[in-house]
């Protein structure tokens, strides 16, 4: 008789513990909370939101792009050294007579020279650690870049196309510094579990592409700079 009421009182705890835990990632209304901190996710760790790309939808665009916006001659470069950038590039050069230039490291005195510049955002522990750059000294740079982009007025594209990987507490920090100077956003959908960058554009009345794949940046690049 000891035994059974130990083993029931043992499930009563475990039934409560499991009901505190659906009360602290639920809403009020029972629905996920697109506002919870996301400092405990597990960036390879699948998470279920609603998206609206797929594998029959690759892009999707909310807002209206103006296209006249994004003139040449163009940079590309990175925000945390990642290899994104370099799949903008890719992406880029199949674009013809596309006026642009792929510098992963560009300094803020060189973005005179630009009347468009695209940033892929993205911390890459790796790519920093090669490039032998520390934390602090690639935040300092790209603080560096957008103060000079601020002065120059050129147009800025926010390009966030690492997915759910590329979030992190650095990543999040350089992405803060380019969406207020971003006339569009370029994002890897499942990077926005937490709807911070569909939330960020509603808000600032901001056009936003998704892709479900970074490979669908090809289709991307020349639907904004095709001729």
């Known amino acids: 008789m000891k035994k059974f009421i130990v083993l ?3 499930a009563c705890m475990l039934l409560g513990l499991a009901a505190c835990g ?10 996920a909370d697109p506002n919870a901190g996301t400092a405990a996710v597990d960036p390879s760790a699948p998470i279920e939101f609603d998206m609206q790309t797929s594998e ?3 892009i999707v665009t909310i807002g209206t792009i103006d296209k006249s916006l994004f003139e040449g001659p163009i940079l590309i470069t990175s925000f945390g050294q990642s290899t994104d950038a370099s799949t903008l590039d890719t992406a880029l050069g199949r674009v013809s007579g596309v006026n642009y230039t792929y510098k992963a490291q560009a300094i803020a005195d060189e973005m005179a020279s630009y009347k468009t510049v695209i940033i892929a955002v993205g911390a890459s522990t790796k790519g920093l650690g090669a490039a032998g750059i520390k934390d602090d000294e690639e935040l300092a740079r790209a603080q560096a870049i957008m103060a000079k982009l601020k002065e120059t ?12 990987t590329r979030r992190g507490a650095l990543s999040d920090k350089l992405a803060d510094l380019v969406l207020p100077q971003a006339k569009l ?15 960020y554009a509603e808000a600032n009345n901001l056009p ?17 700079f095709g001729k």
């Open 56 to 58: 029959e939808k690759h």
């Open 208 to 224: 936003i592409t998704l892709i479900f794949a970074a490979k669908d940046t090809v289709q991307v690049m020349n639907d904004i």
């Open 8 to 10: 029931f009182l043992a």
């Open 153 to 164: 007025g050129a147009t800025v594209i926010c390009a966030h196309i690492g997915g759910q």
């Open 22 to 31: 659906r009360q602290e990632s639920t809403s009020p209304t029972g629905q």
């Open 185 to 199: 956003i370029i994002l890897k959908e499942d990077a926005n579990f937490d709807y911070k960058f569909t939330k």
